[in-house]
């Protein structure tokens, strides 16, 4: 890549740690920090530069990239004490790879660049830790094309596929479509695979009976071994990121008048599994909510 740019990343948690490694192992000058310090370790053992703040990698950095966990997390780090905005230099870029509210993003994004002139562009991410491991994330955005083009190479390095679907908060909102997605699908392959355990068959041969038919897809290859077998180490997302969103949704739909029967209906399961498991419990232990006995 062009030698002139230096990235920043900031939030090396279950999905920013194998992300940042792939802008390391592919060569590029990467300053990083995250508020646990021990977790940007492995990258600094790789070549990365350990900053002192989120303040310090604004001042190094022509382009950050920022995974975190929600709204709050995303604005202490924006704007809090020593945070990217008392560090920002005109003309570069922020990259937030957290999933928030569209809205949030938009106040953000202005903010910022009313206060520093750096650009905001919003692109959360799909495809969980594997895809992060493996470089196959597919990733939406919302923003500027000339930032868009700027940051795309750097991107794909993390990436298989990244999509510029409109204006700031275009990126938020496409991920809560997919969220959508994901969410109801978790809680339907969890009935499924039920439904097969109790009426005495072997749910984990699922994925191989169904491959190639109508009910054949990712979640259903991914998700159902790992329900049934309960292999929840490393977790593929933890539940309350999973709620968060789902509840980011149903926020969205009521301000737009948009029905989502089946989306609450997901939401309310993971709130569920959330009191019963733990906010830290794998998203795909849903499964166990139906299951006789206790979680």
């Known amino acids: ?13 279950l999905m920013g740690l194998p992300m940042a490694g792939r802008l390391v192992d ?4 990467i300053v990083v920090w995250n508020r646990t310090a021990a977790k940007t370790q492995p990258l600094v053992d790789k070549g990365a530069i350990q900053a002192n703040n ?38 570069s870029i922020l990259v937030d790879f957290s999933s928030i509210q569209p809205d949030a993003t938009r106040d953000f994004a202005a903010r910022l660049e009313d206060q520093t002139g750096m650009a905001w562009v919003d692109a959360p991410v799909s495809g969980g830790v594997p895809g992060a491991q493996a470089g ?15 940051i795309k190479p750097f991107v794909l390095q993390m990436a298989s596929r990244f999509t510029l679907m409109g204006p700031i908060g275009a990126g938020q909102t496409t991920k809560l479509c997919n969220q959508v997605i994901v969410g109801c ?11 097969a355990t109790n009426a005495g068959v072997d749910a984990a041969r699922l994925p191989e009976a169904l491959e190639g038919g109508f009910a054949d897809s990712k979640p259903l290859q991914l998700f159902v071994p790992r329900m049934v077998n309960a292999q929840h180490e490393p977790p593929l997302g ?44 794998d998203a795909l232990e849903i499964f166990k909510l139906s299951a006789p006995g206790k979680l």
């Open 54 to 91: 989120a303040a310090d990698v604004a001042q190094q950095a022509d382009v950050i990239f920022m995974c975190l966990t929600d709204t709050r997390a995303v604005e202490a780090a924006v704007f809090g004490e020593n945070g990217i905005a008392s560090g920002a230099r005109s003309g």
């Open 136 to 150: 196959t994330l597919a990733i939406m955005a919302g923003g500027r094309q000339e930032s868009f083009d700027i």
């Open 26 to 29: 592919a060569g590029n000058r």
């Open 238 to 281: 933890h539940v309350y990121t999973m709620l968060k969103d789902l509840d980011s949704v149903c926020d969205l739909a009521r301000a737009n008048t948009s029905p989502v029967p089946f989306t609450a209906m997901a939401a309310e399961q993971f709130r569920l599994l959330t009191v019963r498991g733990g906010p830290e419990a």
């Open 185 to 195: 699908t978790m809680a339907v392959l969890a009935e499924a695979a039920r439904l």
């Open 1 to 13: 890549m062009d030698d002139q740019f230096t990235l920043g990343y900031i939030g090396t948690g």
